[in-house]
């Protein structure tokens, strides 16, 4: 029992906790002060938007493509008012469970088209758009509603704000659940639409209380049974599946032969450029149809509280500082030639296990944390012993990490 707490005793001591406390601080300071310098700027702004994650939906097909058969996207692409009242009468005679509309009618028009319009529009199973803005949006303080005219209003409604701290160039990650306008709870149009196919698919969420949410993304519309605008029409179409399903009504560009433009369009993990994108890659009613996914599945991600993930990081550095330090203390010549064989393979496992977790346990860890100061520590180690053979100089001191004359 002795020689077992003798040895226990001996992986911990105090000069290894000074070093890794000490090496958290420094990583901490050259983080805020890289960050705030005009010469990081570059650096900076391409770190941004960067996430670890993207490389598994981007580049290892993390869920992508499956087939979700009960959201149904329709492209309304360039259609007038009058074909769009058709497109809704023709899925209506086809008896979807709900339609969610992703379009906005600012104004009426033509009083024909737009009574037929209104007709179609009607009816407790229809959710329709808003659009949350403001001088403080950045801040998520709306103080402004965009919305259809109220001829056109007359069922459910849900926000359907989408994008990062800029959405022409964010990534979208994430998505809230519900926003504060003016006194009231709003909630976002694919929460809207998941309650009305599926009332029991919302107290989880609602359990979660998180005020943003991770997008656990499945695909782009090809991981959804599509109908292109004018397919609609085709009295050869088989829109059978549309019964007692969802449809997602909205912009997917003018056809799905045509090439992708600028509207409504927006970077995700799941575009195929990780650095130096210049083409978004999912139209926002594609996006809507993955959190729909998330919701109706109780897919959600799980993301590890900071302070866990730095108790977690601090400890994984304090064993490793131990093994590093023992390591190097009896077979110095030998640790130098595989130092950085070990380091890039101790990487590649971390790298490997937060992967794992992320893609089969749905569970994020801030990868940053735990690589950054094994990462560092060769180079800090060099002027943590150069500091204490300063002050040794001066004050006498006991380190193991001193040289032994």
């Known amino acids: 029992m002795n020689s077992c707490r003798s040895h226990l005793l001996s992986w911990f001591k105090v000069d290894y906790l000074i070093v890794t406390t000490s090496l958290f601080m420094t990583v901490s300071l050259l983080g805020l002060i890289s960050f705030n310098l005009t010469v990081f700027d570059p650096v900076k702004k391409a770190l941004a938007d960067f996430n670890f994650f993207d490389l598994l939906y981007s580049k290892m097909g993390a869920g992508q493509e499956r087939l979700d058969t009960n959201v149904i996207l329709v492209n ?16 209506r005679k086809h008896q979807p469970k709900v339609i969610g509309f992703d379009g906005f009618f600012s104004s009426r028009r033509d009083s024909t088209i737009d009574a037929a319009l209104k007709e179609q529009l009607s009816g407790s199973n229809i959710v329709m758009a808003v659009y949350l803005t403001g001088k403080n949006e950045l801040d998520a303080k709306f103080d402004k509603l965009e919305m259809s005219d109220p001829w056109f209003r007359s069922g459910a409604e849900g926000y359907v704000n989408l994008g990062g701290s800029n959405p022409t160039r964010s990534t979208v990650r994430y998505f809230s659940p519900s926003e504060s306008f003016k006194g009231q709870t709003l909630e976002a149009l694919s929460v809207e639409v998941a309650k009305r196919y599926n009332p029991t698919s919302i107290p989880p969420l609602k359990e979660r209380d998180d005020l943003r949410e991770i997008i656990n993304y499945i695909g782009n519309k090809d991981a959804f049974i599509c109908f292109d605008a004018m397919e609609v029409f085709d009295s050869m179409a088989d829109l059978g599946v549309i019964k007692n399903k969802i449809v997602l009504m909205g912009y997917m560009g003018e056809s799905f032969q045509a090439p992708p433009d600028l509207e ?25 149809a993955n959190i729909i996914n998330m919701i109706l599945n109780r897919n959600y991600i799980n993301s590890m509280p900071v302070w866990l993930c730095i108790v977690v990081s601090f400890i994984l550095c ?6 590093i330090t023992w390591f190097n203390s009896r077979k110095p010549l030998l640790f130098n030639v595989f130092f950085p064989v070990f ?15 992320y893609k089969y346990f749905s569970y994020s860890i801030n990868s940053a944390y735990i690589l950054a100061p094994i990462l560092l520590y060769k180079t800090f180690l060099t002027y943590y012993e150069r500091g204490l053979l300063v002050i040794s100089r001066h004050i006498k001191i006991r380190s193991v990490f001193l040289p032994k004359v």
């Open 264 to 288: 409504d369009i927006y970077f995700t993990p799941m575009n195929a450029e990780l650095a130096g994108r210049s083409i978004p890659d999912m139209y926002g009613v594609v996006i809507h």
């Open 343 to 357: 380091l890039l393979l101790l990487n590649v496992l971390i790298v490997y296990i937060i992967f794992v977790l």
């Open 318 to 323: 304090y064993f490793y500082v131990f093994f």
């Open 76 to 91: 309304i692409g360039h259609l007038d008012r009058a074909q769009i009242a058709d497109q809704i009468r023709i899925i």
